[in-house]
C-alpha cells in the first residue's frame, strides 16, 4: 500500500471520527498527568482509567506529591485498575526518578522517556503525541489488528508493526495513527465480528477483500 493511501485512511478516519474522547481527554492534562494516567491505563478499560487518574490528581497534583505518596494510599485509590500495586509502586517510582533526574519535568524524547521505571515504547509514544504533540506511533492491541488487517503490515508483534508503519506512513501522520486507529478497533474493526458493513476504508482493506470473495463463491 502507498502512502498516499494511508494518507487518505487517516484523512477519511479524522472526517468521520474527529476528536475522539482519547484526544480530548489527552490535551486536558499535562505531561505529567498524561504519562501517569497512560501508565494505569494498562490493562484497564479507558473509563475506569479516566476516573481514577482524576481521583488520583486530586491528591497528587504534581510529581513531588506522588513521589513522597504512602504506596498504601496511592494503592487504594486506583485499586480498581488491573495490577494496582504493581502500578502504584510504578508511578511513584516514575516520579522519583522525574525529580531527582529531570528537575519535575517529564523528558519529551523517547529515549529518556523509556529510560523511566516501567514504561515502554507504547506508553513513551503515548506521552509524545498526546502530551507533546511530536510524531510517534503508540501501538497496542487496536492498531495492530487494524494495521494488519488493512494490509498495511504484516507482522506478529506490536513492536514490529510500529516499525514496519514508521516506515510505510508519512511522519506527519504517525500522531494521529493511535488515536484514529484505537477508536476504529474498538467500535467497526472490533477483535471478533468486525462490523465491516459500518466501514468506511473498505476499499483499502486486505481483509475485507478476501472475505468479499469468499462471501461471493
Not at 45 to 74: G, M, S
Not at 89 to 103: F, Q
Not at 133 to 152: C, E, F, M, Q, W
Request: aromatic share 8%.
Amino acid at each position: 500500500m502507498s502512502k498516499s493511501n494511508i494518507s487518505e485512511i487517516i484523512c477519511i478516519l479524522k472526517s468521520n471520527y474527529g476528536n475522539t474522547m482519547l484526544a480530548r481527554i489527552s490535551k486536558a492534562r499535562s505531561p505529567f498527568q498524561s504519562l501517569i494516567a497512560t501508565v494505569l491505563s494498562a490493562r484497564a478499560r479507558d473509563e475506569t482509567t479516566e476516573v481514577i487518574a482524576k481521583e488520583l490528581f486530586l491528591h497528587y497534583k504534581t510529581p513531588k506529591q506522588l513521589a513522597n505518596a504512602k504506596r498504601k494510599e496511592v494503592e487504594k485509590i486506583i485499586k480498581k485498575s488491573g495490577f494496582y500495586q504493581v502500578k502504584a509502586k510504578r508511578i511513584i517510582d516514575i516520579s522519583n526518578v522525574l525529580i531527582n533526574e529531570y528537575g519535575g519535568q517529564v523528558p519529551d524524547n523517547m529515549d529518556d522517556l523509556t529510560g523511566l521505571p516501567g514504561v515502554g515504547r507504547k506508553t513513551a509514544g503515548c506521552v509524545l503525541v498526546y502530551a507533546f504533540d511530536k510524531p510517534a506511533i503508540p501501538v497496542d492491541t487496536h492498531v495492530h489488528r487494524v494495521s494488519n488487517r488493512l494490509g498495511l503490515v504484516h507482522t506478529k508483534q506490536p513492536e514490529k508493526t510500529e516499525i514496519a508503519l514508521m516506515e510505510i506512513a508519512h511522519k506527519s501522520t504517525w500522531k494521529y495513527i493511535n488515536d484514529l486507529f484505537v477508536y476504529h478497533g474498538k467500535n467497526v474493526c472490533k477483535p471478533i465480528r468486525p462490523v465491516c458493513e459500518a466501514c468506511e476504508i473498505t476499499k483499502y482493506c486486505e481483509y475485507y477483500r478476501k472475505i468479499f470473495s469468499k462471501n461471493n463463491t
